[in-house]
C-alpha cells in the first residue's frame, strides 16, 4: 500500500512506518513545516521515500494530521486524519476542525482525546500509541531527574516549566528536547539524536511528566519501556498509561517532590517501579499491536473507498 503523509510528528511517524507499507513523505528545497522529508535524528527505514509532492504518485491512502493538508491530498484518496492533541479551545466543548465530515475518519491517538473532542458526526476511532522499544536501559546511575518535552520555554505552563524548579530543589534536573535551550537553573540538551537522548536519560534516576494538558507524551512511554521509573501528574491519559505499581502519579506537586526525593535516595525502590513500568509500557505500548491495530483501519478505508 503506498501512503502519503507529511512529516509532522518525528516520534509517532517513526513507529508508524515500521509497518509494510511503502510512505510517501513530501519534501520542499526549505524543508520546512510542509516538506521536512526524511527525518534527520529518528531512523527510519528504507521504505519511506522523501518526493516532492507534485511527483508523489498512485496513493492508496493518506494520513492527514492537519486540517491545510486537506487540500493538498489528490480528489478520490481516503484520508484517515490522526488527531495528536488535546482541544486548545473552550474545553469540553471544543468543536474538532472536522466535525460533521462524511468523507474521512478521525483516529485519536489516545481515548481522552475522543472523549474531549467535540467531532459532531464524523467517525472516530482510537489507535494507541505504539513505541518502538528503546535500545538503552535504564541504570538509573546518575542521581539526577530527566525530562523530555518540546517547547517548554514557549509552551510555559502547558508543559509544567513552571514546576521544574522545584524538582530542580531536590536533584539536578536534566531537560531534553527541542526549544529548550533558556531554560534556567536546569542542564539543557537541544534536539539530540533519539538514540543518543535514550541512552542519556537512561542514566538518570527518574522521569518526569509534568505536562498539564497533553494526549501523551511517547517519551514517557519511551521512558517506561527502558524500565525508568516514572513520576507524572494525574491529569490526561497518565492515568490510564501508568498503573498505580508502575509510578507514582498525583495532583498534588508536593506528592511527586516528595517522591522524587525518595527515589534519589532509594535506588532500590526505582529499580523495583522501574521495572514494572516496563513491562507494563511494553505489553500495552508494543510495536506490534499498534501495526496490527492500524493495518485493519488502513484497509478498512481503502476497500471503502474501491
Same mark, same amino acid.
Given at each position: 500500500?503506498?501512503?502519503?503523509?507529511?512529516?509532522?510528528?518525528?516520534s509517532?511517524?517513526?513507529?508508524?512506518?515500521?509497518?509494510?507499507?511503502?510512505?510517501?513523505?513530501?519534501?520542499?528545497?526549505?524543508?520546512?513545516?510542509?516538506?521536512?522529508?526524511?527525518?534527520?535524528?529518528?531512523?527510519?527505514?528504507?521504505?519511506?521515500e522523501?518526493?516532492?509532492?507534485?511527483?508523489?504518485?498512485?496513493?492508496?491512502?493518506?494520513?492527514?494530521?492537519?486540517?491545510?493538508?486537506?487540500?493538498?491530498?489528490?480528489?478520490?484518496?481516503?484520508?484517515?486524519?490522526? %488527531?495528536?492533541?488535546?482541544?486548545?479551545?473552550?474545553?469540553?466543548?471544543?468543536?474538532?476542525?472536522?466535525?460533521?465530515?462524511?468523507?474521512?475518519v478521525?483516529?485519536?491517538?489516545?481515548?481522552?482525546?475522543?472523549?474531549?473532542?467535540?467531532?459532531?458526526?464524523?467517525?472516530?476511532?482510537?489507535i494507541?500509541?505504539?513505541?518502538?522499544?528503546?535500545?538503552?536501559?535504564?541504570?538509573?546511575?546518575l542521581?539526577?531527574?530527566?525530562?523530555?518535552?518540546? %517547547?517548554?520555554?514557549?509552551?510555559?505552563?502547558?508543559?509544567?516549566?513552571?514546576?521544574f524548579?522545584?524538582?530542580?530543589?531536590? &536533584?539536578?534536573?536534566?531537560?531534553?528536547?527541542?526549544?529548550?535551550?533558556?531554560? &534556567?537553573?536546569?542542564?539543557?540538551?537541544?534536539?539530540?539524536?533519539?538514540?543518543?537522548?535514550?541512552?542519556?536519560?537512561?542514566?538518570?534516576?527518574?522521569?518526569?511528566?509534568l505536562?498539564?494538558?497533553?494526549?501523551?507524551?511517547?517519551?514517557?512511554? %519511551?521512558a517506561?519501556?527502558?524500565?525508568m521509573?516514572?513520576l507524572?501528574?494525574?491529569?490526561?491519559?497518565?492515568? &490510564?498509561?501508568?498503573?498505580?505499581?508502575?509510578?507514582?502519579?498525583?495532583?498534588?506537586?508536593?506528592?511527586?517532590v516528595?517522591?522524587?526525593?525518595?527515589?534519589?535516595?532509594?535506588?532500590?525502590?526505582?529499580?523495583?517501579?522501574?521495572?514494572?513500568?516496563r513491562?507494563?509500557?511494553?505489553?500495552?505500548?508494543?510495536?506490534?499491536?499498534?501495526?496490527?491495530?492500524?493495518?485493519?483501519?488502513? %484497509?478498512?478505508?481503502?476497500?471503502?473507498?474501491?
Amino acid at each position: 500500500m503506498n501512503i502519503l503523509l507529511w512529516h509532522v510528528h518525528g516520534s509517532w511517524t517513526t513507529s508508524f512506518v515500521q509497518g509494510k507499507h511503502r510512505y510517501l513523505v513530501p519534501v520542499n528545497p526549505a524543508r520546512d513545516e510542509w516538506g521536512r522529508g526524511r527525518a534527520r535524528t529518528f531512523d527510519w527505514p528504507d521504505t519511506v521515500e522523501e518526493l516532492p509532492l507534485t511527483e508523489i504518485r498512485d496513493v492508496d491512502v493518506a494520513i492527514a494530521q492537519r486540517p491545510g493538508e486537506l487540500d493538498l491530498i489528490p480528489p478520490h484518496v481516503p484520508v484517515i486524519y490522526v %488527531e495528536h492533541n488535546t482541544p486548545k479551545g473552550d474545553v469540553p466543548d471544543t468543536r474538532h476542525p472536522l466535525a460533521d465530515r462524511d468523507d474521512l475518519v478521525i483516529a485519536h491517538v489516545t481515548d481522552f482525546n475522543d472523549l474531549f473532542w467535540d467531532c459532531g458526526g464524523t467517525r472516530t476511532t482510537v489507535i494507541e500509541h505504539g513505541v518502538v522499544e528503546p535500545a538503552a536501559r535504564w541504570t538509573g546511575s546518575l542521581s539526577r531527574l530527566a525530562v523530555v518535552t518540546n %517547547e517548554p520555554v514557549r509552551r510555559g505552563r502547558v508543559t509544567g516549566t513552571d514546576l521544574f524548579p522545584r524538582f530542580a530543589s531536590v &536533584a539536578p534536573l536534566d531537560v531534553f528536547g527541542m526549544g529548550v535551550s533558556g531554560l &534556567a537553573g536546569v542542564t539543557t540538551f537541544e534536539d539530540p539524536p533519539q538514540h543518543e537522548m535514550h541512552a542519556e536519560v537512561a542514566q538518570r534516576r527518574a522521569y518526569l511528566h509534568l505536562c498539564r494538558w497533553t494526549s501523551l507524551g511517547l517519551s514517557l512511554i %519511551e521512558a517506561m519501556q527502558m524500565g525508568m521509573p516514572v513520576l507524572a501528574l494525574a491529569t490526561t491519559e497518565a492515568i &490510564a498509561a501508568v498503573p498505580p505499581d508502575a509510578g507514582i502519579l498525583s495532583t498534588r506537586v508536593d506528592t511527586l517532590v516528595e517522591a522524587a526525593r525518595r527515589l534519589i535516595d532509594e535506588p532500590d525502590e526505582a529499580a523495583r517501579l522501574g521495572a514494572q513500568a516496563r513491562q507494563v509500557a511494553l505489553a500495552r505500548y508494543g510495536i506490534d499491536r499498534f501495526l496490527a491495530d492500524w493495518d485493519r483501519l488502513l %484497509e478498512e478505508e481503502t476497500c471503502a473507498s474501491r
